[in-house]
T-cell receptor, first 112, second 115 residues
């Protein structure tokens, strides 16, 4: 089955700096890659997603890049702010886009 | 946008009792519902997938007789934890998907504590 690896497990950045989280996946048939932000005790919130026919997508301070050949995708957060502090999960579609396999999560801490 | 309402948000129950968690899609038809369990500081672990009107497909290691899933309509799915034990204490989250959209919408989660 699909195996999604996420690195690093924790990331501390100074406010204003950029944060990058990388994920790798194993199933070459995966075609949908969302990123979720989860604050403590709350639901995961979709922050950006990308489909396999696109290499990069940007939404204000958030961007995602996808390298299908290498089977990895990355989340980029620029000009980080304290409210960006949360756990971020990457995911990849499985079984013809019906299920999602999640990475283990990354705790991002933005230091004011 | 798509909204999924999940209730209750938290529940405390005694060992041996059953607890039902509901997820409703408010403005779209949830043809597929996913149920996850999340332990503290861990990722979301898929428990089962259910399609409207069909029996749920459970992930390996998840007891179908303990975690009963019903998806009788396109807007409602329920998860019943039967004969709950303290080790079932966790954060349970549903996620709904429609046939016309590749996105997944999460419920707000249910914090279950079994005492």
């Amino acid at each position: 089955g699909e195996n999604v690896e996420q690195h690093p497990s924790t990331l501390s950045v100074q406010e204003g700096d950029s944060a990058v989280i990388k994920c790798t996946y194993s199933d070459s048939a995966s075609n949908y890659f969302p990123w979720y932000k989860q604050e403590l005790g709350k639901r995961p919130q979709l922050i950006i997603d990308i489909r396999s026919n696109v290499g990069e997508k940007k939404d204000q301070r958030i961007a995602v890049t996808l390298n299908k050949t290498a089977k990895h995708f990355s989340l980029h957060i620029t000009e980080t702010q304290p409210e960006d502090s949360a756990v971020y999960f990457c995911a990849a579609s499985v079984d013809g886009n019906n299920r999602l396999a999640f990475g283990k999560g990354n705790q991002v801490v933005v230091i004011p | 946008g798509a909204v999924v309402s999940q209730h209750p948000s938290w529940v405390i129950c005694k060992s041996g009792t059953s607890v039902k968690i509901e997820c409703r899609s408010l403005d779209f038809q949830a043809t597929t519902m996913f149920w996850y369990r999340q332990f503290p500081k861990q990722s979301l672990m898929l428990m089962a997938t259910s399609n409207e009107g069909s029996k749920a497909t459970y992930e390996q290691g998840v007891e179908k007789d303990k975690f009963l899933i019903n998806h009788a309509s396109l807007t409602l799915s329920t998860l019943t934890v039967t004969s709950a034990h303290p080790e079932d204490s966790s954060f349970y989250i549903c996620s709904a998907k429609s046939a016309t959209n590749y996105g997944y919408t999460f419920g707000s989660g249910t914090r279950l504590t079994v005492v």
